[in-house]
């Protein structure tokens, strides 16, 4: 089992913060490899944990910068809105301690968030996440 350990200095009010890498696909790299195109760089980009969110979600976007193209839609309701539609994408996180996720994560505007994406509970059901809000640390295994 691979885990890693952060610490976020003010983790109550910033939350579990975590810098990743987001990449294309293994799919997608073979992709980029037949029809002899360069495959797309890493993105550097931080990401929350998010337990309230029931799929990962990618800041609006990147996912043009990873030359990607989406795998489905899907209508998404935000405290701010309704049926918004949304593109999503299949990604492939790069987190800490070579921890390597490939999920599908929806694209959405994150406008004045001081991050560029959430880690959500389709990539959390896999492992175990600790809390440990007096140390300002949490623990994420998969």
């Known amino acids: 089992m691979a885990s ?3 610490s976020v200095a003010d983790l109550e009010n910033l939350g579990p913060l975590i810098d990743l890498r987001l990449a294309v696909t293994t799919a997608a790299e073979s992709a980029f490899k037949a029809a002899d195109q360069p495959i797309p760089d890493p993105i550097r980009a931080t990401f929350m944990v998010h337990t309230g ?3 990962s979600v990618i800041q609006s976007g990147l996912a043009q910068q ?3 193209y989406p795998v489905g839609n899907t209508q998404v309701n935000t405290p701010a809105s309704q049926g918004v539609s949304c593109d999503i994408y299949a990604v492939r996180f790069l987190l800490p301690s070579n921890v390597i996720a ?3 994560a929806t694209e959405m505007p994150l ?3 001081n991050i560029q994406g959430l880690i ?3 990539l959390l059901k896999h492992g ?3 809390y440990i809000g007096y140390e300002n640390q949490f623990t994420l295994s998969f």
């Open 4 to 6: 890693f350990t952060s």
């Open 53 to 55: 969110a029931g799929g």
């Open 66 to 68: 990873l030359d990607l």
């Open 102 to 104: 490939e999920i599908s």
């Open 111 to 113: 406008d004045g968030q």
């Open 120 to 122: 959500g509970r389709d």
């Open 128 to 130: 175990v996440l600790v």
